[in-house]
């Protein structure tokens, strides 16, 4: 069975920075694309980052470019986030998502807190 | 504003026909396909389908389609079950990216 588990998620001051995790399970981990997502309380989902299996590739959204990096260890199944110079509005439930050719399966998410 | 536009709410009886949908642009869905996720309570979303295809385990009542720049979602046969927060996603050539609609909010009555 495919699980995505995240962590990492916690309260930060705006400014700060912060590293989500998420491991994975129940796949070939190294053979398949990874997304990050989020979603602010009470909003929609927001597609935010993107690596691809062999780590050459990834895309960032305008609203994270240049604080956002995503990574990936494919001999410990896991993908990070890590998250610079935070703001109030990053505040969001973050999603690990896995890309099996669209058909994406989802984490439960972690919980990010922006505020002083 | 979502890059992709979809209904904001609604509604419909049990086993009533439904249908919702997702405008985009030729730099989106114009160019690729589509997927819907399924948000029940704020949970983790669920994908239902990509393209026409239907995910594993999700019940043939939904049915998806497109034309043009224009993605839809159909149930046949409505459920109590189904009611939660539909979004569409795919990618955009434009933005080297992903976009999701702003998401759909299917009542069950």
């Known amino acids: 069975e495919v699980q995505l588990v995240e962590s990492g998620g916690t309260l930060v001051q705006p400014g700060g920075s912060l590293r989500l995790s998420c491991v994975a399970s129940g796949f070939t981990f190294s053979s398949y694309e990874m997304k990050w997502v989020r979603q602010a309380p009470g909003k929609g989902l927001e597609w935010v980052s993107y690596?691809?299996?062999?780590?050459?590739?990834?895309y960032y959204a305008d609203s994270v470019k240049g604080r956002f990096t995503i990574s990936r260890d494919n001999r410990k199944n896991s993908v990070h986030l890590h998250m610079n110079s935070l703001r109030a509005e990053d505040t969001a439930m973050y999603f690990c998502?896995?890309?099996?050719?669209?058909?994406?399966?989802w984490g439960q998410g972690t919980m990010v807190i922006v505020s002083s | 504003q979502s890059a992709l536009t979809q209904e904001a709410s609604v509604s419909g009886t049990v086993g009533q026909k439904v249908t919702l949908s997702c405008i985009g642009n030729s730099n989106n869905i114009g160019r690729y396909a589509v997927g819907w996720y399924q948000q029940v309570s704020h949970g983790p979303p669920k994908t239902v389908m990509f393209g026409d295809s239907l995910s594993s385990g999700i019940p043939d009542r939904f049915s998806g389609s497109k034309s043009g720049t224009i993605a839809s979602l159909t149930i046949s046969g409505l459920q109590p079950e189904d009611e939660a927060d539909y979004y569409c996603s795919t990618r955009d050539s434009s933005l080297s990216g992903w976009v999701f609609g702003g998401g759909t909010k299917l009542t069950v009555l």
């Open positions: 998502v896995l890309d099996d050719g669209g058909f994406d399966i």
């Open positions: 690596i691809s299996s062999n780590d050459v590739f990834t």
